[in-house]
Structure formats: structure tokens, C-alpha cells
């Protein structure tokens, strides 16, 4: 199989002894799009995440031609519809014994109907759903949830009833709960052998969302697919648990994320959203 990049970083070492099985979300453009390049060219054994059916074998077939990689296979859901992100995970559960490696990567601008449930609910349904995978890996697993430096406060008391989950700030709060609930759940699985970190990718990518929003990208893409890559997979990150990053390094995100109150009510609210038994 050729490998275009193979003296660009270490191995990580839950590769040692077989190889990686990594979950990529949102796969079929943007910054998903290139991660799965990158990690089709890496070997590892990638399930494709996209919307639809005919998306993800359109974005598996490419990278098999572009790649090699015959460990290539798909999954879609509308990351909208709860029934759907069940139905997915519990085919993936069915097909593996473990994953090693999944990134909540997809995601909607502000204002749009259901960025709420998309960018906050279904990454926190989703992990809960394949938990049983992640725990079953060889080595320690590894979540990572793609937020932003974009970051808003909650109003915590209009969310039961999702008042205040849309509207043209949605995003910005959004990504501020991802980045909490990722705390949380690192806090909350500690021992269960499963590392949970949040991250922001990069400003203003070359994105289909950055174009039809924000005009100009600042940026390639490929950056933001390069911190996936080593924040998947790297060896610098054993063990390394409940961290924001900004790209490769560790920062500080919106202070509300530091409230553990405020925190334990955004995990129960998004617990009663995603139909989950508290």
C-alpha cells in the first residue's frame, strides 16, 4: 500500500500490535475530508462518516483509488435525527469488537435549525452510544470533539426546552458546550480506559461553511486535518485526558467551562435532549 507521508510522525502506540480502528464524523468535505486522506494514507482502518449513504461511498471509494487503503468502510446518519445516530451506532457495534479512535467532526453553522442538536447533542449521543467499543480497545481509546475558539456563555435556564439553543449565536454556544460536556466526560470516564479531549482545528479554514459565511479562508483545509491526524494518533498524547486544545497546543477555553456546576447542568440537560437514561 503506498504511504506519502510515512516519515512525517511516529506511530502511536495502540498501532503496536494491530492496526487502529478510527470513526471520522463529517468526512466528505472540508477539514473531514482531508483528515480521512491523511488517515487512509497512515494504513489505519477508517469508518467514513457522512449524511447519506451515497456520500460516504463516494469519499471511500476516492481515497482507495487516491491510497491504497483497503481498510476503508462506511457509516451515515443524519447527526439531526437521534433514531438514525442509534441505528448507526449499533450497526457499528455489531460489525466491531472495538474502536480505537473516534472524532465528533461534523458540524453546522449558527442559525441554521438544528445546529443545537448536530454540533452539541449528537457528538454526546454518539460517544455514549459506541462507549462500549471505546472501553473494549487494546489500548487506552481516544475522543476527540471538534469545537472552536468561537465560544459563547450559556443561558443554562433556557436549554431544557432548547429556547435558547438556536438563533445566530448557536454556534459560538454550541461549541462552548462541546468543549464543557468533553470535560465532563473526561472526568466522568476516567478509568474506563477512554481519553476525551476538545479542540479547535484552526481560524477560518477553507471550508465550504467559512466560504458561504465568512468570505475569504484564512487557511488550508489540510491544517486543521493535520491536528486531527496528531491528536488521533500521536504518541505525545498517551495518557493525556480533559484538555482543550487550540490545534496542537493546550489553552485555555471560555471561563464557563471552568464552572463545574454549571457543567453537571449542561450534562443533564443534554442527557434529557439526547433521550439518554440520566
Known amino acids: 500500500m503506498r504511504r506519502t507521508r510515512a516519515g512525517r510522525e511516529a506511530e502511536t502506540s495502540m498501532s503496536a500490535n494491530n492496526t487502529p480502528t478510527v470513526l ?3 468526512s466528505n468535505s472540508g477539514i473531514g475530508r482531508a483528515a480521512a486522506r491523511r488517515f487512509a494514507e497512515r494504513g489505519v482502518h477508517l469508518i467514513l462518516h ?61 442559525g441554521e435549525p438544528h445546529t443545537w442538536t ?78 476525551v479531549n476538545s479542540l479547535h482545528p484552526g481560524t477560518l479554514l477553507d471550508t465550504r461553511m467559512v466560504r458561504e459565511r465568512y468570505g475569504a479562508p484564512r487557511g488550508k483545509a489540510e491544517e486543521g486535518a493535520e491536528v486531527l491526524e496528531h491528536l488521533a494518533l500521536s504518541e505525545e498524547l ?18 464557563q467551562a471552568y464552572d463545574e456546576n454549571a457543567r453537571h447542568r449542561l450534562w443533564e440537560i443534554t442527557t434529557r435532549m439526547a433521550g439518554l437514561a440520566a
Open 24 to 26: 471520522l464524523t463529517g
Open 50 to 110: 457522512a449524511r447519506t449513504e451515497e456520500n460516504a461511498r463516494q469519499v471511500r471509494d476516492e481515497l482507495a483509488r487516491e491510497t491504497g487503503n483497503e481498510r476503508l468502510e462506511t457509516a451515515a446518519a443524519d447527526l439531526s435525527s437521534p433514531d438514525e445516530i442509534r441505528r448507526m451506532a449499533g450497526a457499528l457495534r455489531d460489525r466491531h469488537p472495538h474502536l480505537d479512535v473516534l472524532i465528533n467532526n461534523a458540524g453546522l453553522p449558527g
Open 118 to 195: 448536530v454540533n452539541v447533542v449528537a457528538p454526546f449521543l454518539l460517544a455514549h452510544e459506541l462507549k462500549p467499543l471505546l472501553a473494549a480497545a487494546p489500548g487506552q481509546a481516544r475522543l476527540l470533539n471538534v469545537a472552536s475558539t468561537a465560544q459563547a456563555a450559556i443561558d443554562l435556564d433556557l436549554l431544557p426546552e432548547e429556547k435558547g439553543a438556536e438563533g445566530p449565536s448557536s454556534y459560538s454556544r454550541s461549541k462552548l458546550a462541546l468543549v464543557m460536556l468533553s470535560f465532563e466526560m473526561a472526568r466522568r470516564w476516567r478509568g474506563e480506559g477512554i481519553l
Open 238 to 255: 498517551d495518557g493525556v485526558s480533559g484538555v482543550y486544545f487550540d490545534q496542537k497546543d493546550r489553552a485555555r477555553a471560555e471561563e
